[in-house]
């Protein structure tokens, strides 16, 4: 088993700034790929980023360029830096640890972007 825990959401103007940290901690298997997926009220959970063991990463094509996604693999963290929030980020922001073969997500943390 593995804890997945995320912090650093709120509620924020269009325009500013926040970052999202998620801690991950449990099981004897080396962490490999972890990331971050965001569900709007009333649709389904969808990729925002992704970053490997390595550091590639990937991101969702309305996050790049505002967003940067970041590890410590000695902490087993994975920080969320987004700028230049919109409204249409607002939703309930998860992490995602993979560990081994088995995939382990936070409670989530609410973002809430106004217009």
């Known amino acids: 088993q593995a804890q997945v825990v995320e912090s650093g959401g709120g509620f924020v103007q269009a325009g500013g700034s926040l970052t999202l940290s998620c801690a991950a901690s449990g099981s004897r298997f080396s962490i490999n790929a972890m990331g971050w997926y965001r569900q709007a009220p009333g649709k389904q959970r969808d990729l925002v980023a992704t970053?490997?063991?390595?550091?590639?990463?990937n991101y969702a094509d309305s996050a790049k360029g505002r967003f940067t996604i970041s590890r410590d693999n000695a902490e087993n963290t994975v920080s969320l830096q987004m700028n230049s929030l919109k409204p249409e980020d607002t939703g309930v922001y998860y992490c995602?640890?993979?560990?081994?073969?088995?995939?382990?997500w936070g409670q989530g943390t609410q973002v809430t972007v106004s217009s």
């Open positions: 970053i490997t063991s390595g550091g590639k990463t």
């Open positions: 995602k640890v993979e560990k081994g073969s088995k995939d382990y």
